[in-house]
């Protein structure tokens, strides 16, 4: 069968690693691309928006499968669009997309459905987002209603930082259109924590935990950023018991509101969930695999990909029995300098070939010989061990290895894991 992957990330470099080592795949295709993606996969020059090309490309090449990566490509109707012309495609149709690209349609579908999520309010005019944040306890997180790259949730210690948020997101649109309505949110206190679940309208199959990395500096200091790093397992965070209440309290009840409201949910639901002193809280509902959580969860899949993502479309996933490493994954990400500000792209990448490490390419391209810099995240650094410790170990002696100016990581990935 041959294969297409649609996206030019780390996460679609990880899928197209997977997908590759499947006994059934005999050519594997990426759209558009990137620099690492190209010694795996032939890569094609046509854009996630241009759906017209990408469905003449999977028909004339001949297709078996297309795998949608970003969340942007499912909001605008990728899946829908291929569904039509015959086209066999893993990923949620735009009506399910919704989900991920309106915060406020997720938050009332959660609270029709009773799964747990912080207290809200959602506005789509500014002066009422004032008038309730003015009222709510500090901090406040304040978060644009579409999609914006991971980067819309903006958490203000202060009142005053509220309603800076809100001008900025809401009057000044920082966020372009996702900032037309937002989400006022009580801040919930504990340990953030990403489950993954393949999901067929009738069942799910849930995958290992991991931990993501959102802010851009150790400690969890700095800007909110698409993740720095991830690592699994994370039963740290969630134990076995918590996990029971994961499946009780938030998957079972997806499974149940998706039935009610008549959403053809098939595809990868990944909430980010909290973790507080009550029990795990939704914070948002994602619908495509994660980045960086996909290149660890991937690196420590044994079985083949493949079969879980046709048994999705399928809807017969409760036949499936996928196996897992035992052994700990840890991903480190390397940005560019600035990220997740300004920067500057171009600079050429050293030390690739000799990284004990898979490197999973995020921001790049190649210039001839070279491989430079074209993104803000540029690579994930990742590794597998049999604990933790030696996992993290062995990610951070690889970064040290490679190197392009500017280049910026956090030291931290994973400590939360082994401490």
Known sequence: MKVLVIGSGGREHALVWKLRQSPRVSAVFCAPGN???????????????????????????????????????????????????????????????????????????????????????????????????????????????????????????????????????????????????????????????????????????????????KRALDGDKGLNTGGMGTFSPADKVLPPELEARVRTEVLDRFIAGVKADGLDFRGMLFPGLMVTSDGPRVLEFNCRFGDPETQVLLTRLDSDLLELLEATIDKRLATVAPTWCADAAVCVIMASGGYPGAYAGGKEITGLAEAQATVFHAGTRREGERIVTAGGRVLGVTTLAPTLAEARAKAYAAVSGIAFEGAQFRTDIGAKGVA
């Open 35 to 213: 620099g690492g993606i190209a010694e795996l996969a032939t890569c094609m020059p046509i854009k996630i928006t241009e759906h017209d090309a990408l469905v003449q490309f999977a028909k004339g090449e001949g297709i078996g499968l297309t795998v949608v990566g970003p969340d942007d490509a499912l909001a605008a109707g990728i899946v829908d669009r291929f569904d039509a012309e015959g086209l066999r495609i893993f990923g949620v149709n735009q009506s399910s997309a919704r989900l991920e690209s309106s915060k406020v349609f997720a938050k009332e579908f959660m609270f029709r459905h009773g799964i747990p999520t912080a207290a809200s309010g959602q506005f789509s005019d500014a002066n009422a987002a004032r008038v309730f944040a003015a009222k709510m306890k500090t901090p406040i997180v304040v978060k644009a209603s579409g999609l914006a790259l991971g980067k819309g949730v903006i958490i203000a210690e202060t009142h005053a930082e509220a309603e800076t948020a809100i001008r900025e997101i809401m009057e000044e649109r920082k966020f372009g259109e996702a900032g037309a309505e937002v989400v006022i949110e009580e801040f919930l206190e504990g340990e953030e924590c990403s489950i993954h679940a393949l999901v067929d309208g009738e069942s799910y199959l849930l995958f290992p935990s991991a931990q993501d990395h």
